[in-house]
């Protein structure tokens, strides 16, 4: 096996290494040397670069702040929830179901589609619809009632 094939290596590799290392002569490095060497890398890049050790939170935190950023002068509920941001926070799956509660409890926005999206009800009842602080609260109550702690 070459150093070369470890396919896994990002394209900063070189930056951080010689590029002789990686050419693709570099033969004689048996499969543990590999191992350690991807394991070293991997390392590195994770420890250089935080924004691989985001815990949930924080990524929800920075999503939600980008949206809000660029989706401010939006009139258009639709283009808020088609936004790349918002689709992506749906994309993280019912674990930020808890963080959108506390996002709606405190400064009630247009989670509401997100949330049907994520837990598949929708406790709105047809007269509130439209009405956001009515909506945050329909929503807000059903899941305490569910159990939700946020």
């Given at each position: 096996m070459r150093l070369a094939e470890i396919s896994t290596w990002p394209t900063l590799t070189p930056k951080i290494y010689p590029p002789s290392l990686f050419d693709s002569e570099s033969e004689?490095?048996?499969?543990?040397?590999?191992?350690?060497?991807?394991?070293f890398v991997d390392a590195t890049i994770h420890y250089r670069f935080p924004v691989t050790r985001q815990t949930t939170f924080d990524k929800f935190?920075?999503?939600?702040?980008?949206?809000?950023?660029?989706?401010?002068?939006?009139?258009?509920?639709?283009?808020?929830?088609?936004?790349?941001?918002?689709?992506?926070?749906?994309?993280?799956?019912?674990?930020?179901?808890?963080?959108?509660?506390?996002?709606?409890?405190?400064?009630?926005?247009?989670?509401?589609?997100?949330?049907?999206?994520?837990?598949?009800?929708?406790?709105?009842p047809s007269s509130e619809r439209g009405k956001v602080r009515a909506m945050a609260k329909a929503w807000l109550d059903w899941a305490r009632d569910q159990g939700y702690n946020w």
């Open positions: 004689g490095f048996g499969d543990e040397a590999i191992a350690l060497a991807k394991r935190q920075s999503l939600v702040s980008g949206w809000k950023e660029e989706t401010r002068y939006m009139s258009s509920t639709t283009s808020m929830i088609l936004h790349r941001a918002y689709q992506e926070i749906i994309g993280m799956g019912p674990n930020v179901i808890p963080f959108i509660l506390r996002e709606l409890e405190t400064n009630p926005d247009h989670w509401f589609p997100a949330l049907k999206a994520l837990t598949g009800v929708d406790p709105v």
